[in-house]
């Protein structure tokens, strides 16, 4: 029954939708699935009812990407109801693809599909169709539009573009702090089944991480995780498509998580008492020791701060922070003495300088320590009680008076006996002397105030015991001024007296200077001194004020008479004993204006018809001089002197040959002829130079056998008997210059240890070498073989 009832509703159904199919444009072929024309259509009644509609219409197709078959994978059928069947209609295609990707059967319509698609490249395709008549060409309906789009397929696994991560998250996070979120990405089509929805898993990380499958947000699954303990994760992230089933594509990526400090840790010292030993010399302001308390955290969570909290050493001692190694620097403040005290104890906090209050319950965030400094002993330098002596000493006192004494002492337990000493070079002229002993300071030499009022001494105390130990103290030593310097008129006064001046007209007022620099300070007196006092030409006038004016006693003052007056002024100082110096004052006479000013000073010449006496003598004394002189030089033009050596004589020390050829070497005996100065026993021309090369070799020709030998004389008879030759000759020659004469002769002669270098009697001299060789060297050294050989030198010089 029932099956009856559901075949009757079937058909029940297919009745009212009959109607339906006629009514539309195109019917669904259900054995292709392919939308063709309906040749039951009512044109008209459609016509009515909607606009005027073409022929077919076109919809959408369906490919599936990624097609592996060796065939054409078969799209889609078109079909117009104009095409009877007849082979009159062709089909056309264009558009995107066409002809490359599609192609259409021209007379059956089907579409097919040449080529793998890939949706991911491009989704959907828009083709053009058209029917054309076979044999006109001509399109029997409009061109119309439809798309194939390309269907997906899980081909792409997803992908975290952002990967691989860099994450930080605070040590001793509470569970489930969020860290990082991961993104993937699937490039299949998400509208489309579950090709690109992803799920995260994280395959390596447990147990401190987890991640949230949909979000891929990463979380902490551990509470108070140590970065002390270990300070980075390295987590690796699974993503995978169709929400994870099997089947599913899968990526990975990598998140470096890495614990960023807190301070949750305190500062420790590693002792709690630290030991140092300084030696007493140490420099102020010099690091004495460096203590650190450990810190496990770093950055700005390990910056602590140091203090003293207290200690036996008041103001000795400071501590400071070394920014870059966080170590606690103690500096010393003072001198350390190790006679007054050895050592030293301090207690030492150490203080975190930025404290989370997260984590006050770890704490206290900070701790102490002590810390003891020994003094070591060294060999210090003499001390002198008073670093600064300041002395006092009369710059009249006598040699060998006692000024003051230095104290110094050895600040060691030694306590070594002191031996003083002056610095000299802060007394060059030796003014003191200390002695060595009782450093006792005494002058060694007169001493002059106004040179030098005060002594500066470097006085050295040297240690008895170790002389190398030496301190320094300063003296300074005040030279006190007594009366040893007269006084002097300040300037030197040019005074002008006019000639219209009335008697008691004050022409100068002067005053006076002293060396002298006495307590009371100085009080002058003037007076005219001796025999000027009762002068009738000039008074003097003391101004009680350490000057004094000079008058005129009388009017009428003459150039002519008297030009310069010369005024003796006495001048005495207020000193014990009083010192007295006399000084002239030049008084001169001069012309002058109405108003008294000087237009001429000094002594007037007497005027005279023409030029005086004076002038007339000076005159002729220059002429005289003149006519003298012109007479000298025409003399001396008269007497000239023949020269001692003619122009076209040459000397024979200065006989250099000059020629462009090579030269004859050995046998060149023309050039310097030393026969001359061996043969001086031969008869001579005495009109013939000695000190120039003769035109021959000897002055006359010897016979070959009474010929004297080069070295018949010893050289040094040679040349004692050619000097005496040359002397005399100098002695009776009119011409000779009237002065000493020193010439050299550089020969050195046979009677030389290394005998004579010259090559001008190589020929005559016996040689121990033999040149034998030479001529076995062949023509190029023919020449040599001959001079050196054993041919006899006579045969060359005959």
């Known amino acids: 029954v029932r099956r009856a009832r559901a075949i009757m509703l079937a058909l029940a159904l297919l009745a009212l939708l009959f109607p339906l199919q006629e009514r539309s444009c195109w019917g669904l072929n259900p054995s292709s699935g392919d939308l063709e024309k309906s040749p039951h259509s009512d044109p008209d009644s459609w016509d009515v009812l909607h606009r005027n509609r073409r022929s077919w219409v076109w919809n959408q197709f369906f490919v599936l990407e990624e097609y592996t078959g060796n065939e054409p994978l078969y799209v889609g059928k078109l079909h117009s109801d104009v095409d009877k069947g007849d082979g009159k209609v062709k089909y056309v295609l264009s558009g995107e693809g066409a002809t490359s990707i599609f192609t259409i059967d021209e007379n059956t319509g089907d579409i097919h599909a040449t080529k793998r698609l890939d949706r991911e490249a491009q989704a959907y395709y828009t083709l053009q169709a058209q029917a054309v008549d076979r044999l006109t060409n001509l399109p029997v309906e409009p061109k119309s539009e439809f798309v194939v789009k390309v269907q997906d397929i899980n081909d792409n696994e997803p992908k975290f573009p952002d990967g691989p991560y860099l994450a930080g998250v605070p040590e001793m996070s509470p569970l489930g702090t969020m860290v990082v979120q991961v993104v993937a990405t699937d490039a ?63 990526g990975t990526t990598s998140v470096t998580v890495t614990l960023t400090d807190v301070n949750d840790n305190p500062p420790r010292f590693a002792h709690k008492n630290y030991q140092y030993t300084v030696l007493e010399s140490l420099l102020v302001q010099s ?215 009335i008697p008691g007209q004050v022409i100068q007022t002067i005053s006076a200077v002293d060396k002298d620099e006495p307590l009371s300070g100085h009080r002058f007196y003037f007076a005219l001194a001796g025999p000027a006092a009762g002068n009738l030409n000039f008074t003097l006038r003391d101004n009680k004020d350490n000057t004094a004016s000079i008058l005129t006693k009388r009017g009428g003052f003459r150039r002519r008479e008297q030009p310069v007056y010369r005024l003796p002024v006495l001048i005495v100082d207020s000193g014990s004993p009083a010192l007295s110096s006399t000084n002239t004052l030049s008084v001169r006479v001069c012309d002058c204006d109405s108003d008294g000013v000087a237009l001429s000073c000094g002594a007037v010449a007497y005027t005279a018809t023409g030029l005086s006496t004076g002038a007339l003598l000076a005159i002729l004394g220059c002429i005289i001089t003149l006519l003298v002189m012109v007479l000298l030089i025409v003399t001396m033009r008269r007497r000239r002197k023949e020269p001692l050596i003619l122009e076209e004589e040459r000397d024979i020390r200065e006989n250099i040959v000059r020629y462009d050829d090579e030269g004859g070497g050995e046998e060149d005996t023309e050039a310097f002829d030393m026969v001359t100065l061996r043969n001086l026993n031969v008869i001579r021309d005495p009109n013939v130079r000695r000190d120039v090369t003769p035109d021959t070799p000897t002055f006359f020709h010897y016979p070959s056998a009474s010929r004297p030998s080069y070295k018949s004389l010893p050289d040094n008879v040679v040349f004692r008997e050619f000097i005496w030759e040359r002397l005399k000759d100098a002695d009776v020659d009119p011409s000779a210059p009237p002065y000493d004469s020193l010439q050299t002769y550089a020969f050195e002669g046979s009677g030389s240890v290394a005998e004579s270098l010259s090559s001008l009697e190589s020929l005559s001299t016996d040689s121990d070498q033999n040149y034998d060789y030479l001529s076995n060297w062949g023509p190029r050294f023919k020449k040599l073989a001959d001079l050196y050989g054993n041919s006899d030198s006579t045969t060359v010089l005959s």
């Open 188 to 250: 299949d089509d998400p509208t489309y089944g579950n090709s690109a929805r992803v799920v995260y898993s994280i395959e390596h990380g447990h147990p401190y991480f987890s991640v949230e499958p949909k979000t891929g947000v990463i979380r902490t699954a551990l509470p108070n995780m140590d970065r002390e303990t270990r300070d980075q994760y390295v987590l690796v992230i699974q993503a995978k498509d169709m929400v994870g089933q099997m089947g599913g594509l899968s």
């Open 287 to 501: 690091v004495v020791a460096r203590i650190k308390a450990a810190d496990a955290d770093i950055g700005s969570n390990a910056e602590m701060d140091y203090r003293i909290m207290d200690g036996d050493g008041p103001g000795m001692f400071n501590i400071t922070t070394d920014e870059d190694t966080q170590e606690g620097v103690i500096m010393l403040l003072k001198p350390l003495d190790f006679e007054t005290k050895s050592s030293f104890s301090l207690r030492i906090e150490a203080t975190n300088r930025n404290i989370d209050s997260n984590f006050l319950s770890l704490g206290p965030f900070s701790d102490t320590t002590s810390v003891k400094v020994t003094v070591e002993d060294v060999n210090e330098p003499p001390v002198f009680s008073i670093p600064l002596s300041k002395m006092v000493v009369s710059e009249d006192a006598k040699v060998g008076t006692s000024i003051g004494r230095v104290s110094a002492h050895d600040p060691d337990n030694s306590n070594s006996p002191i031996r003083y000493s002056i610095d000299r070079n802060t007394d060059l002229e030796r003014f003191f002397n200390v002695d060595a002993l009782s450093g006792v300071i005494s002058t060694a030499k007169p001493l002059d105030r106004e040179a030098n009022s005060v002594h500066n001494l470097t006085i050295f105390a040297i240690e008895s015991h170790d002389p190398t130990q030496i301190g320094k103290g300063i003296t300074l030593i005040t030279v006190l001024d007594v009366n040893d310097n007269a006084p002097v008129f300040a300037i030197d006064y040019e005074t002008l007296l006019c000639e219209n001046a």
